[in-house]
């Protein structure tokens, strides 16, 4: 190539070096372009090596086109990418992800190799509510696959704000309005930092990250989905510098285009490790996700391993037989009380007599929160006295607050139980219909939990 300068070839007139800078200046421009988007110049190697993912993408740009739409941005503007800030330097020291170690992590999630998460998924993170608002604590949680694990991590986020940030037996519910965007970031970091370090026996916990680098192709037994193959680990025998380490990072699962809920949910399972999940695991479930109407949604080893860092499938205490003729194969459920806690309600496994019994170390937890299956949603349920589960006198009446995780929910329902008065049990037992039209879910999930209350509901108009 000659390198000689431009003027001193006698080819090039005045008119041609000017459009020689007018192109390179154009490919500047555009250079800076595709960097403020956090995107590259392929190659037309790389190029061709993405050909087969084709249907993915375009799969993906429909529903980014219909994004926009939504929102109100141009077709063509980038909605989906991976910022270059979410994505840290290949040499912060982290263990590099191996094709090995990502097959195992499909084979545990989808049952295979080839299955990747859909569009949803990728997109789903982190994302707080306004500061200083009425729900400054609350992560937004729309309907999907995505929603169960967001709901866990703000069941964690409110443990963190109420009782284990303060140590105090009562906490106001103002407290939870009164949180800038940094202490958002403090409670996520420190809630996330909890579930995984839990899960990791209180030994060790693994943090997953994006990296700039792809470290294994696609071969015939592994199909790419190009951040998995990026991924870095860093493993941490001490929680504090967990915490620090998350708190620095932060921004890689609450910010926009970061795949938050995927690297959380990556992390899990790499701090419970794969071998001990299996091990957690019975006859009745060999992999995490189930596909259902167009969407994978989690099963319920994966909210009970973030619950109570063990991924057994059942919601009962212990194990169970599964007859007195076969002692050795045995259901799989909760042997601990788990800090936060789970109830469970569904009219149409009521009508069958099917509802899962959840016994009594999901239904009494260690703090005053649960997170609620209501009909198949999520949501989540809690109190601010520390005490109304280890004092029965605190049971009498007593406050509860309820956040659905939607959007639309402007503020926290405020609901009073009351388990002495049951005005409400006669009508139950005499009125012909169905009783689940004529009494909120949300009340119904209550009563599992303190049978026969009665329920105030402050003047609000149930809504769920």
């Known amino acids: 190539m000659d390198t000689r300068p431009l003027h001193r070839n006698p080819t090039l007139n005045p008119m041609e070096l000017e459009e020689i800078a007018t192109k ?13 988007q956090g995107l590259k110049i392929r190659n037309p190697a790389s190029q ?12 993906e740009e429909r529903a980014e086109t219909s994004s926009s739409k939504k929102h109100g941005t141009s077709p063509g503007s980038i909605l989906y990418s991976i910022p270059r800030e979410l994505i840290i330097a290949s040499d912060l020291g982290g263990q590099p992800i191996s094709i090995e170690m990502a097959m195992a992590l499909r084979k545990i ?21 306004e500061a200083f608002s009425e729900l400054a604590f609350a992560i937004e949680a729309e309907k999907g696959g995505t929603r169960a694990i967001q709901l866990v991590v703000q069941a964690n986020i ?42 990791g026996e209180m030994k060790r916990a693994t943090i997953c990250l994006i990296t700039s680098d792809s470290y294994f192709t696609e ?17 941490f025998v001490e929680k504090d510098p967990l ?30 490790t794969i071998s001990r999940i299996q091990q957690d ?73 099917r509802l899962p019994q959840v016994g009594s170390m999901l239904k009494t937890p260690k703090y005053p929160i649960w997170l609620c ?38 503020q926290t329902a405020h609901l009073t139980v009351d388990t002495h008065s049951h005005p409400w049990e006669e009508s139950y037992k005499t009125d012909e219909g169905d009783h689940e039209k004529k009494y909120p879910s949300l009340e119904m999930i209550i009563r599992t939990k303190w049978e026969g209350a009665a329920i105030n509901w402050h003047g609000t108009t149930p809504f769920f």
């Open 219 to 235: 071969s015939p037994d592994y199909k790419t989905d190009h951040f998995t193959e990026r991924l870095q680990l860093f493993e």
């Open 373 to 410: 299956n209501i009909n198949g949603t999520y949501s989540v349920l809690f109190g601010t006295n520390v005490s109304l589960l280890c004092d029965w006198r605190m049971e009498h009446m007593f406050d509860l607050y309820f956040y659905s995780g939607q959007y639309s929910q402007k």
């Open 109 to 129: 999630l989808f049952g295979n190799t080839f299955q990747t998460f859909n569009y949803e998924w990728k997109k789903s993170f982190f994302k707080f509510r």
């Open 281 to 353: 695991l019975d006859h009745t479930t060999s992999q995490l996700l189930h596909f259902c109407l167009g969407n994978y949604t989690v099963r319920q080893a994966v909210l009970n391993l973030m619950l109570t860092g063990r991924a057994s499938p059942h919601v009962f205490n212990g194990d169970q037989a599964l007859d007195d003729h076969n002692l050795e194969q045995k259901y799989h459920g909760v042997h601990a009380r788990s800090d936060v806690g789970y109830l469970h309600w569904s009219r149409e496994e009521m009508e069958q007599d």
């Open 24 to 36: 390179i200046s154009a490919l500047d421009k555009w250079r800076a372009i595709f960097s403020s």
């Open 48 to 59: 061709i090596n993405q050909d087969h993912h084709k249907a993915d993408e375009e799969c």
């Open 158 to 199: 409110i443990k963190y704000l109420l009782f284990t940030k303060n140590k105090n037996d009562c906490t106001s519910i103002k407290s939870l309005s009164e949180l800038s965007q940094k202490q958002q970031e403090r409670a996520l970091a420190a809630s996330i930092a909890d579930i995984l370090w839990t899960a």
């Open 243 to 272: 915490e620090k380490f998350l708190g620095a990072h932060i921004h890689c699962f609450k910010d926009e285009g970061s795949h938050g809920v995927i690297l959380f949910l990556y992390s899990l399972l790499f701090s419970r």
